[in-house]
């Protein structure tokens, strides 16, 4: 009946892996052959011939009848062989840690969300097939390199970074760890790469172009009130994109004939006080840097009823009466996809800066109403979106 095989109700029955491991024993056992007899020989004696004291008689399951088959033991040394490599299979892979460093804006939370998003959609699981260490500096920027220095402490596989102090403080951190910026405004004129066909080093991703949009913004300023003829750059000191921010809108001013007064932001809680020194002699409109407390801003533009513009959605969304951005969903999706490619091996000196294509103007009429303003219907309806 051939090896294992069992006998139930007069039938014989498949043998169970149990089975077939007894008798596989068996059959090594049975391998353990000595031979009965043995030669010695003393020291300038004959050799003599004597029963081998290790020898012993084949047990039952040796005999002729119940011996496997030849077949049958080659079909179980294969089994254990080809299950062998399963073991090495099992081993779990190692899960990359991206470190991810945000100012501590508005703006911040939509980033954050529209890229787990995407980065989800390109087959990466929280907890199971990506981990993230998130770090925002709470509206403190001077937070950014300490909050930066830990990611480099705690060797994450990558560092994305939202808006240019967070992107200038993990490039001081690591010039080895890859650096993915989700938005940067201006990288080349701050310093943060060579150039934007050829980003060199560790850093590449998302260009902003908030300096020109700022720039832009002026001239949607007077479309939008004709009659305005000055306007106050309140701007991020701290922040080296202040620099080509107060740059491209003096430019706007001078295309437009419009007075540009800048005035610097060293710390946040200086915001209230610029407010009542603008009180003194208010501007025909506020342009805000996206860097500062846009949220802050937008509450203390509308209880001084001054109209307030700026280059990022979440300004319009919190109350400021303006805002003219590039659209956000597509670069944060483009940076998911760069920190997919450089997890696969990419490095970011090969993979070049991108810049926006799309750009939306969003006006907040509740904060037009709130302050007095009458927007054109020309204007009004040039926007992409409209709040009531």
């Not at 001077?142 to 240019?164: C, G, M, N, P, Q």
């Amino acid at each position: 009946m051939g090896y294992g095989s069992r006998m139930q109700d007069g039938n014989p029955r498949r043998p169970s892996p149990s089975d077939r491991w007894e008798t596989l024993r068996g059959a090594l056992s049975c391998l353990q052959v000595r031979p009965m007899f043995q030669r010695t020989r003393t020291l300038g004696g004959p050799v003599r011939r004597q029963t081998n004291p290790q020898w012993r008689a084949p047990t039952v399951g040796c005999r002729r009848a119940d011996r496997v088959r030849r077949r049958d033991l080659f079909e179980l040394f294969g089994g254990a062989v080809a299950l062998w490599p399963l073991a090495g299979i099992a081993q779990p892979q190692k899960v990359p840690t991206i470190g991810v460093l945000v100012v501590g804006s508005p703006g911040s939370e939509q980033f954050w969300r529209l890229f787990r998003e995407v980065m989800q959609e390109l087959g990466y699981d929280e907890g199971q097939s990506i981990r993230y260490e998130f770090r925002s500096d709470q509206g403190q920027v001077d937070r950014l390199t300490e909050l930066a220095a830990e990611l480099v402490r705690l060797k994450v596989d990558l560092i994305v970074t939202w808006f240019t102090p967070a992107a200038q403080a993990a490039k001081q951190a690591t010039r080895e760890i890859p650096i993915v910026m989700a938005l940067a405004g201006n990288p080349v004129e701050t310093g943060l790469v060579a150039s934007l066909a050829r980003p060199g080093g560790n850093i590449t991703g998302m260009a902003g172009v908030g300096a020109e949009l700022a720039g832009k913004s002026v001239e949607l300023i007077r479309d939008m009130l004709p009659s305005g003829h000055r306007v106050v750059a309140l701007a991020n000191a701290p922040d080296p994109f202040s620099k080509p921010f107060l740059e491209h809108i003096r430019l706007g001013g001078a295309a437009t004939g419009t007075t540009i007064d800048p005035l610097m932001i060293h710390r946040f809680e200086e915001l209230e006080e610029a407010f009542l020194e603008m009180d003194k002699d208010p501007p025909d409109a506020v342009i805000v840097q996206p860097s500062l407390p846009t949220k802050r801003v937008a509450e203390l533009a509308l209880r001084y009823r001054m109209p307030a513009v700026s280059v990022i959605r979440g300004f319009a969304e919190d109350g400021g009466l303006m805002a003219f951005q590039s659209t956000e969903v597509d670069l944060y999706r483009q940076s998911a996809v760069y920190v997919d490619k450089i997890l696969k091996g990419a490095t970011p000196a090969d993979l070049p800066v991108q810049q926006p294509t799309k750009f939306e103007l969003i006006i907040n009429m509740k904060t037009a109403k709130a302050i007095g303003l009458t927007v054109p219907p020309a204007f009004l309806a040039r926007a992409d979106e409209v709040i009531e």
